[in-house]
């Protein structure tokens, strides 16, 4: 059973730094692993497909790393800014049936 | 494009009574449609995978009982959430994919209905 970590919980930083969100998961068979940004109960946002034959992806200000060997995910953002303030998710597409298992998130405030 | 709504957006119901929550695909036909659950703080779980005109797929630890889903046409999916109790008070999100066949296609989410049940 596929199961998606994500690390910190909770991050707080100064607008303008650069910073590293953290996924990994336990079964490296995955079609895809996507990042998703969600703001205070709303649905969710696409930032990122990476594929499994794919190594990284990158738009704008994000860029979102994949190993694969070691069921592992990063995800880059630049020059952070107070709107980047979400909780970001990953998940991995794995198993029949296109499942996306979703990790626990990360919660980034960006403060002025 | 790949447009997928929810509604309602929040509901408030008392403990007994049914709840319906719709999700739809505005520009395209979705033939699998997932529903996902997530409590406060936490991640989302699948609930079930729905496809159009057959029964629905429920993960292991959902009641089917509890949670009917109907896919009757190509753009719409029902989750029908029955005698409502407080611990099924939760966020309730679905998603649709194009339908295409294609291994891991994209699936497109909905904004999410937020219940709480009193």
């Known amino acids: 059973k596929q199961e998606v970590t994500q690390i910190p919980a909770a991050l707080s930083v100064p607008e303008g730094e650069n910073l590293v969100l953290n996924c990994s998961f336990t079964?490296?068979?995955?079609?895809?692993l996507q990042w998703f940004r969600q703001d205070p109960g709303k649905g969710l946002t696409s930032l990122l497909l990476?594929?499994?034959?794919?190594r990284e992806q990158t738009s704008g200000r994000l860029n979102a790393s994949l190993d694969k060997s070691s069921g592992r995910s990063t995800l880059y953002i630049a020059a952070s800014q107070p709107g980047d303030s979400a909780t970001y998710l990953c998940?991995?597409?794995?198993?029949?049936?296109?499942?996306?298992?979703f990790g626990t998130g990360t919660q980034l405030k960006v403060e002025l | 494009g790949a447009v997928v709504s929810q509604h309602p957006s929040w509901v408030i119901c008392k403990s007994g009574t049914s709840v319906k929550i719709e999700c739809r695909s505005l520009?395209?036909?979705?033939?699998?449609m997932f529903w996902y659950r997530q409590f406060p703080k936490q991640s989302l779980m699948l609930m079930a995978t729905?496809?159009?005109?057959?029964?629905?797929?429920?993960e292991q630890g959902v009641e089917k009982d509890k949670f009917l889903i109907n896919h009757a046409s190509l753009t719409l999916s029902t989750l029908t959430v029955t005698s409502a109790h407080p611990e099924d008070s939760s966020f309730y999100i679905c998603?649709?994919?194009?339908?295409?066949?294609?291994?891991?296609?994209?699936?497109?989410f909905g904004p999410g209905t937020r219940l709480l049940v009193l």
């Open positions: 998940a991995a597409t794995s198993g029949g049936g296109n499942k996306l298992t």
């Open positions: 729905s496809n159009e005109g057959s029964k629905a797929t429920y």
């Open positions: 520009d395209f036909q979705a033939t699998t």
């Open positions: 990476i594929q499994s034959s794919q």
């Open positions: 079964d490296s068979a995955i079609y895809n």
């Open positions: 998603s649709a994919t194009t339908g295409t066949g294609a291994i891991a296609e994209t699936q497109y």
